[in-house]
């Protein structure tokens, strides 16, 4: 049945688009593309399905099988409700959660998830009204839900919706569930969408309306384990400006901030309010140059020296600081880890609890300041693949194996502070920040100052962190087949000096080059083709060497669907590149520790290493990158 799908005319897979979307919008948008013979257009919308990927889906709201809309919905929810159904015990009863952010179509969205859940029999724990993404992971884990789904895209642009899913212990699903859910979910792609009834969700027997009493416990949650001194908290002579970037975050944090006694924030007025059109900011993501700009202006005007911000579904934290040469220093995502690091750690003592039972994680691409700290104080640490299913996760399994969980945090702004929700929280993480502002504060000191506090005990640590724009996948599979088997044949010019790995059990032999920048290559990982050795700068280059079918495994899981490679340097480099799951980059991650905290050494190894990545790695100017 699949295969036949896959090989309709594209008018016939227009027709049966029809004869199922009872959607009046994206009926009509197909009905135009059909009456103008736009093939193309047809065949990117309708020829593949939506992929159910890294923690849910994730694309732009339009018509079309490859697109987020209310048919895809229907049809992911029965998917998904049919694999809980079978692979959690009890799963009806323990119901499911759902919740919605502000955006375009994402309260019908998560209306629809809830029927489809319904319709087998689930409890429905909802959240009717916007919501940031922290709510769902938290109540999954409070209730003992079987799952929860909420809908957001973060901070995509405006056309953009997703839908996000977490497992019973309440973070992000992980393989091999996620797997399973995908194959569910592709089995009901096939199928007829059962219900498009919107209406009169809240008013079924078996949905429960559970914002108060979860919004309490959650504040209750954090204030109670994170809040140090609210008297303290409360004299503080603070003051910060505060954006939620038209997203759903002001209400929350303003509760949040006063549940740990801290002074409200001063208002970014233009971008307070939910607004799913993003007005004011090019891109609605913290992280982008100019995003801060207008808050910067607030604070500015009325003598503030802190920025802060939550992105749209409030699970990310950013912040700038004033520096005093009148420059505002926007602190990175690694940056910030640092600093929550260093504070949750100070929590942690003052609670009594010991470093060796603390626990942090962070993930892979994300700064190794972390693991430098955890040396020097004797706290637990791991990296993990990137994204909080795993860090969350990886966590959770040390927490089984009591240790206290501390801090988990990715370079992407996201940081969990407590095992309350185990997620990327943005509204916990700025009541942190701020109690440790204001205490910082009644020191004389800066957050910056602490950062520093921070270099001066652990090592300078300096990144760059970009991408570059790779439209063609053949191209971006040749650019990593030269990094790993060395040059074609015929190519012109001179080549770096390579390692000549033979695997004879797998028919290949890598070719990884021995200097990047021309500083020595001292670890390499491969997640692409299974492969990872360190102090290979010791293996001799007179001959190559053989490697064995168990020998120089990687101890993270291995995809060849992907492309992941990291080195490390003897000058204290690492880099990490990989492609993009969701869009057409690639990326790279970029880092150099001095640990005798010399600033300009730092900074000259890695615009060295920056420009041999373009150079020698990528080859961006003849790649035409």
Same mark, same amino acid.
């Given at each position: 049945?699949?295969?036949? !799908? ?20 994206? =009926? ?20 593949? =399905? ?9 694309? =732009? ?31 009806? =009863? ?11 179509? %994402? ?12 319709? /087998? ?41 997703? !839908? ?13 569930? +996620?797997?399973?859910?995908?194959? %569910? ?48 908290? %409360? ?13 759903? *975050? ?22 307070? &309010? $939910?607004?799913? +059109?993003? $007005? ?9 140059? *100019? ?89 637990? !640490? ?15 399994? /040390? ?44 020191? *004389?000191? &800066?957050?910056? +100052? ?20 790779? $439209? ?8 990593? %087949? ?10 012109? *010019? ?55 079918? +168990? ?28 492609? &993009? ?45």
């Amino acid at each position: 049945m699949k295969g036949a !799908y896959l090989t309709l005319p594209i008018a016939r897979l227009a027709e049966r688009w029809l004869s199922e979307d009872k959607d009046p919008e994206t =009926r009509s948008q197909i009905e135009r593309l059909l009456a103008a013979n736009d093939e193309d257009t047809l065949e990117k919308l309708l020829r593949n =399905r939506i992929e159910f990927g890294t923690a849910g889906l994730r694309a =732009r709201m339009e018509a079309g099988y490859s697109r987020l809309n209310r048919l895809t919905v229907i049809t992911a929810s029965q998917g998904l409700a049919a694999y809980v159904a079978t692979a959690v015990e009890g799963a009806q =009863r323990r119901g499911v959660v759902v919740g919605h952010d502000h955006r375009h179509n %994402s309260a019908a969205f998560a209306r629809l998830t809830a029927r489809a859940f319904l319709r /087998l029999g689930f409890h429905v724990y909802f959240y009717p009204g916007l919501g940031l993404t922290p709510e769902v992971p938290f109540a999954v884990k409070r209730l003992g839900a079987a799952c929860g789904v909420m809908i957001t895209a973060s901070h995509n642009p405006k056309d953009d919706n997703g !839908y996000k899913v977490y497992w019973e212990n309440g973070a992000q699903i992980c393989p091999p569930v +996620d797997e399973a859910i995908a194959r %569910s979910i592709g089995e009901n792609q096939l199928m007829e969408p059962q219900s498009w009834d919107e209406d009169g969700v809240e008013a079924d027997p078996n949905v429960e309306d559970v914002t108060q009493r979860m919004m309490d416990a959650y504040f209750d949650a954090a204030a109670g384990g994170l809040a140090a001194d609210r008297e303290a908290n %409360s004299r503080t002579g603070l003051r910060y400006v505060y954006t939620p970037m038209h997203g759903v *975050g002001a209400p929350f944090a303003s509760r949040m901030l006063a549940a740990f006694g801290l002074p409200p924030f001063v208002p970014v007025p233009e971008q307070m &309010s $939910p607004d799913p +059109d993003f $007005p004011s900011v090019a891109f609605p993501n913290p992280e982008e140059n *100019g995003a801060l700009d207008m808050a910067k202006d607030v604070a500015d005007a009325q003598g503030i020296d802190l920025v802060l911000a939550n992105d749209p579904d409030a699970d990310r934290f950013a912040a700038a600081e004033k520096q005093p040469d009148g420059l505002w220093l926007a602190f990175t995502g690694d940056q910030l880890g640092t600093v929550f690091a260093a504070a949750v750690l100070a929590m942690a003592r003052r609670a009594g609890i010991p470093d060796e039972r603390v626990a942090m994680v962070n993930s892979t691409v994300s700064s190794r300041m972390l693991s430098v700290m955890a040396q020097t104080e004797g706290f637990r !640490y791991a990296d993990t693949l990137t994204g909080f299913k795993y860090m969350a996760n990886e966590l959770l399994a /040390l927490q089984h194996q009591g240790f206290f969980v501390g801090f988990g945090y990715e370079e992407a702004i996201g940081y969990m502070i407590h095992d309350h929700v185990l997620d990327k929280d943005g509204v916990t993480a700025l009541a942190v920040f701020v109690q440790l502002a204001a205490q910082l504060h009644a020191q *004389g000191k &800066s957050v910056a +100052d602490y950062l520093e506090e921070q270099y001066v005990r652990y090592g300078f640590f300096v990144s760059a962190n970009s991408y570059f724009v790779s $439209p063609d996948p053949a191209k971006t599979g040749r650019i990593f %087949s030269r990094i790993r088997y060395g040059p074609d044949a015929d190519e012109a *010019g001179a080549d770096v000096q390579r390692f000549e790995f033979v695997r004879s059990a797998h028919g290949d032999t890598l070719k990884y080059p021995r200097t990047i920048g021309g500083f020595p290559v001292s670890y390499i990982r491969d997640l692409t083709t299974g492969f990872e050795m360190r102090d290979v700068d010791k293996v001799s280059a007179e001959a190559p060497l053989v490697v064995g079918l +168990d020998e120089c495994r990687p101890t993270f899981p291995v995809s060849a669907s992907s492309h992941m490679v990291t080195f490390e340097t003897r000058n204290g480099g690492r880099l990490t590149m990989r492609t &993009s799951g969701t869009e057409p980059k690639l990326k790279y991650y970029l880092e150099v520790r001095n640990q005798d905290n010399d600033r300009e050494a730092a900074a000259r190894d890695l615009e060295a290493m920056v420009n041999a990545v373009a150079g020698e790695l990528v080859r961006a100017m003849e790649n035409g990158l």
